[in-house]
């Protein structure tokens, strides 16, 4: 089945960052499924993702790279991530916590002449729950999650098809299932640069289901032919546009990158707390 434009099964709007607004407790439509999406243009302005791209590409600051790749120049060939991800993460979980403080510091320097990305993150998360209180998950110890991972796709390279529910399965989600509910999470990113054609984030028609998963197993990406007979989105969000989509219960990937401008996005996941109060992000 082809492309379609508008459809039923994914119930998207569009907003301007000045109209935030009137995205007031959107949260709650997610949570009763009538809403799939939203995407929220100019959460930065473009020319200062201009200027994020750069530094990104400089390298500067100097990002923890995954995987690790000697020398760290070598990494631009391949997709690679600044930052780890939960589920990249070894079962001890000491390199993450190391990383995701390193991570936070850097990515503070990388928005230093603008508003900060965490903070404007937490802001727009705290509007769309209604001014419920925004935070970082932080295990026994204290120490901080990720806050999100900086994703670099260079030409030819894609997201494969997932559905962010079965990240859970993963080990590492132990301590993080006791404090919010991972089974219900969505996906952010803002878009930083757009490679110069495809780098699309596709989402089909169907919706996980527990019986896609052998139990509790985790699998990096899912078998396209899972999709075949789907209806699909494709979006492309321009630079300095964030999407949220319920990308927990949605399967959907990353079409692969084309020309010679990699694909730069930064993002990570937001679920409600268990408590019910606040909300938890990270990546
Ligand atoms: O484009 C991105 O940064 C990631 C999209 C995605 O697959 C996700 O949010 O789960």
Redesign the pocket.
Known sequence: MGQVEQADWFRFCTVDFSQLDSLERCLGEFARRTLDGVLIRQVYPAEYMREISARIERHDPPFYIFPQTTPPAAARKHKHLYGITLVAADRSLSEYFRVAEGFRAHCRELFRDGVDYEERMRHIFSVLGGGRPVSLPRNPDGQGYMPATI?ILPAGTT?DL?C?NNLSHHPTYAHLKTVCDVSNQL???LTINTPGAGGE?VVYERRWSHNDDAPSEYVVSKDSSMVEDCEWISIKPQPGDMILFA?GRIY???AAAQGSRP?Y???G?LANGLDGKALYYWS
Do not use: E, K, Q
């Open positions: 994703r997201i997932h962010d996906s952010f990113f984030l990308g959907h990937r990353v694909r996005t930064i993002g996941f």
